[in-house]
């Protein structure tokens, strides 16, 4: 069997390609069913499939075992795994995230609460008059009910000052005994009432009768007390008997009020701090309560009101610091506050934040067509498998490509599976000796039919993560711990896996896919922590984003300035950013814009290629011919910086061109809102440009040989190379001196539109000045790199959850560790996304205008009939 012959472009043309988003695959990812790009450099195709030989230890075989391709394999298993596991778990205790919110949680640092599976949104003042507000507009009688001794009484005024804070009225006094009230507030159609119980009576039996009569709808009832001489100790079997048949009396009542749609909730009687108690408490034990409390639960597990197991697990938790030994101290009135409110308002609300009693979002006509269309694609696969081993039963030998072909700056969709070519070149054919016969028949991972079936699998457990309650979520949490020990661990790690460098040049392509990788990997612990409520690091992550930004810029000039191709390349640079984000955009329903790095990546790479295709098109062999392209140069870029500094100085004008259709749909958000794109366009407005002028001046000065980059030796002379570090020291000084001293984040954002250059060229003169650091890069850093735009598009959905608020729980109880195996999966599906990228490339941008144009118009025929649905026709 002969081999595909190998086509290639010239070595000027591959390098400037690999500096752009469209990496083309190297060797360890071209071959096999989604390439074995691991860290160690990689594994040939036969050196994967192949036995150990007499040469070989099983140490060396195992080490060939850890590529892309064999951890892709682990991490579908383990997504099986999961979903069989909380399968289970939704089948034995139910998928109602209200149960867990009520039921079980922990504390965090700094005793934040976080429920069992779920998210909890933060309600303020105003968030919480906005909701009972709205559920008012429907008609609903927003009525909460506290039935209980001094505990609930104290809720009753948290819950009353959380509305009203300045209320007076409201105002605890220091030993006032609990008595019934009532506060209303008509504008919101509320009402809270407390009445006092320290035991179950007939007048309490009336009194909840009454509220069932009156057809109490949505009320919510928060009830717990003991009995009348708790303070007097001593509890009794006797005691512990009464107290049943007591608590029995309200099992109807309760469940009447349920189906009345209210919801019942029993306050279970908290712990006390016995070294810390007043002396009229000194007889109360903790071991009493948690006797009255097993006979509470007993009573009410097999009824419909729910036993608010949380609430007593906030006040163990707090016991240290109750007031006078028994009064719970004010943060834990107010999670308990914040409980509440969530129960009440998350399903009416929406908050991203908030997913903890929220229903599902609903899925759109879109949507089924999508999945519809994976699905086909899915069977297809199937049906083809299934054919092959029939055929190869019966004897017939299949015969795959062992080489990949390059066409132009991608990979042809030639590669075999690494199984398959090594079978082959092993001599085992049809009638196959040796082997397994399903192994004979193993599909070619790089046609797109079966590249389309993969990421429809990946697709729906995109779904299954971010669109159903399937799998469990949670609050992002910061501390200093949790963003500076994974930043150390992760630099640790690039440090530790570095080597020579094949190229000299500054920024080359091992530099630069260094770069963009620990650039992504910090900015996604940043996400992961939540860590933006602290200013300074705030914005050194915006600074790497429009680091980002800034190498796209320059990266992109020095390839239209060294080869002056702006055809394929630019349809090629926008299939590679927007392929994914689209595909997300149909499956997870939601906006372009909702993805706001590759809308503000794309709209500035369409700048860049309309600047420079601009006539006259202006290159290195241009200006070498036609001096005066200088000055050309220069007139697009005063242009340039003219009509963005005109957009930026008036707003309601940068709104009517950017929401003006039919393109308004790729610039506004779910709520029709363009303040997002302002805000983020805003931000990086003259990133890019400083990019490309850095290139362009980069390149005059290279040729007028002001630095060599040629060898391994430092840029400059030694006195000039010490003098040039330290203004680069001093310029990232200058930035980092800059975020800590500046204390408005909007003064900070709008002063980091005009100096962000300063720190970035300074990073760029302390990497590349000397030739040791210039020649060496971090291999681990570089793998990152290549899949980083994977890697941003979905985090959104399988590392972080609901729409990257919160983050994504597979193993509940155990957040280190869950943090790794989500870290495990996530990497995976982002590098198995790339490849499948690669894969589809040369089939929707081939190397034929004809083609191109036609597939480009198929495509806005199919966003035809989603955008006359959006209204944007």
Request: include cysteine.
């Amino acid at each position: 069997m002969h081999p595909y012959t190998t086509t290639t472009t010239t070595t000027t043309a591959i390098d400037m390609c690999e500096e752009l988003e469209l990496n083309h695959l190297q060797s360890d990812d071209i071959i096999g069913a989604g390439g074995t790009g691991s860290l160690s450099g990689g594994v040939g195709v036969v050196q994967d499939a192949v036995p150990t030989t007499n040469s070989n230890s099983k140490a060396e075989y195992f080490i060939q075992q850890l590529n892309a391709n064999n951890f892709k394999k682990l991490a579908l298993c383990m997504v099986i795994g999961f979903i069989v596991y909380h399968g289970i778990l939704n089948w034995q205790y139910g998928s109602d995230s209200c149960q867990w919110l009520l039921s079980k949680g922990r504390f965090k640092g700094n005793n934040e609460w976080q429920p069992y599976g779920c998210m909890v949104h933060k309600y303020t003042q105003t968030d919480t008059r906005r909701c009972l507000r709205y559920l008012a507009f429907w008609s609903y009688k927003n009525h909460f009910i506290f039935v209980g001794d001094y505990s609930v009484h104290e809720l009753y005024k948290q819950f009353i000052n959380h509305l009203h804070p300045n209320d007076d009225d409201n105002a605890s006094k220091h030993g006032q005994l609990p008595v019934d009230a009532e506060f209303e507030d008509g504008k919101l159609k509320m009402r809270a009432t407390y009445i006092f119980a320290n035991e179950v009576s007939d007048g309490l039996l009336e009194t909840l009768a009454k509220f069932h009569d009156s057809n109490e709808v949505r009320a919510v009832f928060i009830v717990g007390f003991t009995y009348r001489n708790f303070l007097n100790g001593n509890v009794t079997e006797d005691l512990l008997k009464q107290y049943r048949t007591n608590l029995t009396r309200l099992v109807l009542p309760f469940d009447q009020l349920v189906a009345e749609k209210s919801t019942v909730l029993w306050k279970l009687q908290d712990r006390v701090n016995e070294e810390k108690l007043i002396d009229s408490w000194k007889l109360v034990k903790n071991e009493d309560i948690d006797r009255l409390n097993y006979v509470a639960r007993s009573v009410f597990r097999y009824t419909d009101a729910t036993v608010w197991e949380a609430a007593w697990q906030i006040s163990n938790g707090l016991v240290d610091t109750a007031v006078d030994g028994y009064k719970l101290c004010s943060l834990g009135l107010k999670h308990y506050t914040q409980l509440i409110l969530n129960m009440y308002c998350n399903d009416n609300m929406n908050y991203n934040d908030g997913s903890c009693c929220s229903s599902a979002e609903p899925y759109t006509l879109l949507q089924i067509v999508t999945y519809a269309v994976f699905g086909v694609c899915i069977i297809l696969v199937c049906g083809i498998f299934l054919r092959r081993w029939l055929l190869h039963l019966r004897g017939h030998t299949f015969y795959t490509p062992m080489k990949a072909e390059r066409h132009g700056f991608h990979t042809a969709p030639l590669a075999a599976s690494s199984s398959s070519s090594a079978a082959l070149a092993n001599g085992v054919g049809g009638g196959g000796v040796g082997g397994s016969s399903l192994g004979m028949v193993r599909m070619d991972y790089t046609t797109p039919v079966v590249a389309l079936a993969m990421l429809g699998i990946i697709m729906a457990y995109f779904y299954l993560c971010d669109r159903t309650n399937f799998f469990m979520k949670e609050n992002k949490y910061y501390s200093e711990f949790s963003f500076w020990i994974p930043v150390g661990y992760v630099f640790a790690l690039g440090l530790f896996f570095t080597e020579d460098s094949r190229f000299t040049k500054v920024l080359n392509r091992d530099q630069s896919d260094e770069l963009k990788g620990w650039i992504l990997l910090v900015v996604l612990i940043y996400y992961m922590t939540g860590a933006d409520r602290v200013l300074p690091i705030h914005m050194h992550i915006k600074l790497l984003l429009s680091g980002y930004l800034f190498h796209t810029g320059y990266s992109h000039f020095s390839y239209m300035w060294q080869t002056g191709n702006s055809g394929f390349s630019f349809f090629q640079v926008m299939f590679r950013l927007n392929f994914m984000t689209v595909i997300l955009c149909f499956c997870m329903n939601r906006p372009y814009q909702f993805y706001y790095f590759v809308p503000l990546l794309s709209f500035w790479m369409c700048v860049i290629y309309f600047l420079l295709a601009l006539p006259p098109r202006i290159t290195a062999s241009s200006v070498e011919a036609n001096p005066l392209h200088y000055l050309y140069l220069v007139g697009k870029f005063v242009g340039c910086f003219s009509v963005v500094t005109i957009l930026f100085m008036s707003e309601v004008f940068f709104e009517r061109i950017f929401v003006t259709r039919p393109w308004k749909a790729l610039f506004v958000t779910t709520d029709d809102d363009i303040h997002d794109w302002w805000y983020q366009w805003k931000l990086d407005r003259y990133t890019v440009m400083f990019g490309m002028i850095f290139a362009a001046c980069f390149h005059i000065a290279q040729k007028y040989s002001i630095f060599d980059d040629n060898n391994h030796g430092n840029l400059f002379a030694r006195r000039t190379s010490i003098t040039v570090t330290l203004l680069a020291v001093l310029g990232v000084g200058f930035y980092t001196a800059f975020s800590f001293l500046c204390r408005n984040e909007q003064n900070c954002e709008e002063i980091h539109s005009y100096i962000l250059f300063i720190p970035i060229i300074g990073y760029i003169i302390l990497r590349n000045i000397s030739g040791i650091l210039r020649t060496r890069y971090s291999t681990f850093f570089a793998w990152f790199g290549r899949i980083s735009l994977e890697l941003f598009i979905c985090q959104y959905h399988i590392w972080l959850a609901a729409d990257r608020h919160g983050v994504l729980v597979l193993l509940p109880g155990f957040p280190t560790l869950n943090m790794i195996i989500t870290s495990f999966i996530f990497v995976c599906a982002s590098h198995e996304v790339h490849r499948i990228t690669q894969i589809l490339l040369p089939f929707a941008v081939p190397n034929d205008w004809k083609l191109v144009t036609r597939n480009f118009i198929i495509f806005l025929i199919m966003l035809i009939p989603i955008a006359h649905s959006d209204g944007m026709f």
